[in-house]
């Protein structure tokens, strides 16, 4: 059996993916991680659209700028999974904003990413998190609706060849012990 942290150190951002579909089986364990993500106060704000239709995933490419490397192989993918967050929910009470930071939607969706691309990397999925794109123009291409944001498009596939680990930095590099 595979630990965590063999499954943390093994997942990679990966931009091209083999012509083999995703049985739904592994799709629903991939959305079940999501849906047990931790979020503020329990507020579950995202929203993730499964695109598989060809015809949307080319429309999807095309707001990738040429110079986003995950553009090249987009529409190989075999799915899309869109995350969304709900606006003015996490980070909110009583309708009042209540950290420094403003609505926390994006930190809850981080934590949803991750889950998502660990889940999909244990299951022997690759995955690379999109954020270069016109989110604007995405949104309308997927009929996002107002009081939402279309943050990352996720595409999910059986990995084309295996990527090697990126330098990381030393444990010692970024922590700091009772002060910064």
């Not at 630990?3 to 799709?27: F, H, N, T």
């Not at 995950?70 to 929910?89: Q, Y």
């Not at 990397?121 to 270069?132: A, D, E, K």
């Amino acid at each position: 059996m595979t630990g965590l942290m063999d499954i943390i150190k093994g997942r990679r951002s990966i931009r091209k993916y083999e012509d083999k579909e995703i049985p739904e089986e592994l799709l629903n364990q991939i959305l079940e991680s999501v849906q047990w993500a931790p979020s503020w106060a329990n507020t579950q704000c995202w929203e993730v659209i499964v695109v598989k239709d060809q015809g949307v995933k080319e429309t999807l490419a095309e707001v990738l700028p040429k110079t986003n490397p995950a553009r090249k192989h987009f529409t190989e993918a075999p799915v899309i999974l869109v995350l969304c967050g709900k606006l003015g929910n996490a980070g909110y009470i009583k309708g009042q904003v209540t950290t420094k930071f403003g609505d926390w939607f994006l930190f809850d969706l981080g934590l949803a990413a991750q889950n998502l691309c660990l889940t999909a990397h244990n299951l022997g999925l690759g995955t690379v998190i999109t954020g270069l794109f016109d989110q604007v123009k995405a949104g309308e291409i997927l009929g996002v609706p107002e009081g939402y944001e279309l943050v990352s498009l996720i595409p999910v596939g059986y990995p084309a060849h295996e990527s090697k680990a990126p330098k990381r930095r030393e444990i010692s590099d970024f922590t700091h012990h009772d002060k910064f």
